[in-house]
Each structure stands twice: as structure tokens, then as C-alpha cells.
């Protein structure tokens, strides 16, 4: 019997929520998350975008500047708050939403998401994709960065959880469950195959960069 994940994503969210004032701190104390920033101006974004799980608007700005239009959301309302202090692009629209209720209501040439897949528990994953297909235009691509396997040493793994889990804490002492899936380039790459998607990950640093093309539209 499988276990629901329903009150683990709850806490996940909550802590996103909690946490929105320390959610830049790696960005500014790691410098390959700095570099790896960069790495939008080599992919190819362009068009009308969908960012998912946008957090304090790290990235919308450089999608942004390749985009005719970009749509950022996220669930937490503070994090959304701070991106949008940040993002001063005309073409960028936020949204409030939670991925995994959220339907996208038109589709899109390029759909992004950064440390977003890591959170999305095994068991939503093919429906998440799908959801991703649906909201991409034809020859759309997704395109999505995260954590590969190696990070999993610099967090604090839970066992016995619904979902793969780690614990974090904030500043105030207060502790979150939250989903944390270390995956696999090449494991995720067969497992999209599996869905019918064309997909390319290579591996950057300890983290990952994949441009999926969706399965062949039913005519």
C-alpha cells in the first residue's frame, strides 16, 4: 500500500513559506549557483514561457530577457512577493498556484523549472509530466535544472517517509519535512524515454541540465 505524500508536500510548502527571507542565502554564499545562472543565456528559451516553481524570482529576470513573455509560479505567496521585487521585465506575469492542482490554461513555446523536479514525489511524476506536455505549444521543449545524486551528502535524508524526504531548518530553530528526489541523469533520462519524451541531460557540476521534447500529439 502506497503512503500518501499529501501532508509531507503540505510541510514542504510551509516551509518554502516559512523560509522565503533565507530562500537567496546559497545563492549568495555559493559561487556555482552564481555561475550556474548563467547558463540561461545557453539554452535555447525563447518565445512565450512558462517558469514553474519560480521561488524569489532568481531566474525569471534572465528568462526574461530571451522571452517574448514570461508566466512565473510558485505556491508560496511570500517567495512570490520577493520575485516580484525583484523582476522589473513589463513581459512577466506572476501567478499563486500549487503545480499539483494548477492546469495550465494555454500552452507554451518553452516551459523551465529550477530545483523544482527534485521536489515532485516519485509517485506524481509521470502526471507532472504530462502536465508539462499539455502546457507545451508545437516543437516546445522543457527545460529543467536540479540537484544530481552528489547533494544528497549535504542534506539531512529522512527514512521511512512517504516520499524520498529530507529535513531542513530555519533560522528560528523550526524544522520541515520536505521532498527531496536526488536524480539520476541517466536514470531519469530512461525513465522519460518511458513517457514517449525526446531528452538530453548532462551533468554540471553537481547538478544537472535537461532540454525534453514531449511525446507526439495525438492528431
Given amino acids: 500500500m502506497q503512503m500518501d505524500d499529501d501532508a509531507l508536500l503540505t510541510e514542504q510548502r510551509a516551509y518554502y513559506r516559512a523560509g522565503a527571507a533565507q530562500y537567496d542565502r546559497p545563492y549568495a554564499e555559493r559561487e556555482d549557483l552564481r555561475k550556474l545562472l548563467t547558463v540561461v543565456d545557453e539554452l535555447p528559451i525563447a518565445g512565450e514561457v512558462l517558469e514553474l516553481a519560480c521561488g524569489t524570482g532568481q531566474w525569471t529576470p534572465r528568462l526574461a530577457a530571451r522571452a517574448r513573455s514570461v508566466t512565473a509560479v510558485d505556491a508560496a505567496a511570500e517567495v512570490l512577493a520577493l520575485a516580484r521585487a525583484r523582476t522589473a521585465s513589463s513581459n512577466v506575469q506572476f501567478l499563486e498556484a500549487d503545480l499539483f492542482e494548477w492546469r495550465p490554461p494555454r500552452r507554451y513555446d518553452t516551459v523551465f523549472f529550477a530545483f523544482w523536479l527534485s521536489h515532485v514525489p516519485p509517485r ?33 535524508i529522512l527514512a521511512n517517509q512517504p516520499a524520498p524526504a529530507a529535513l531542513r531548518r530555519l533560522d528560528d530553530g523550526s524544522q520541515y519535512r520536505i521532498v527531496k528526489v536526488f536524480h539520476d541523469p541517466r536514470t531519469l533520462t530512461d525513465d522519460l524515454t518511458a513517457l514517449g519524451w525526446s531528452v538530453h541531460i548532462r551533468p554540471v557540476a553537481g547538478n544537472f541540465i535537461g532540454i525534453a521534447e514531449p511525446p507526439a500529439k495525438k492528431p
Wanted: proline share 9%.
Fill in 124 to 156: 506524481r511524476l509521470p502526471e507532472f509530466w504530462n502536465t508539462v506536455a499539455a502546457a507545451l505549444a508545437p516543437g516546445g521543449k522543457a527545460i529543467f535544472i536540479d540537484d544530481g545524486p552528489a547533494a544528497a551528502a549535504e542534506e539531512d
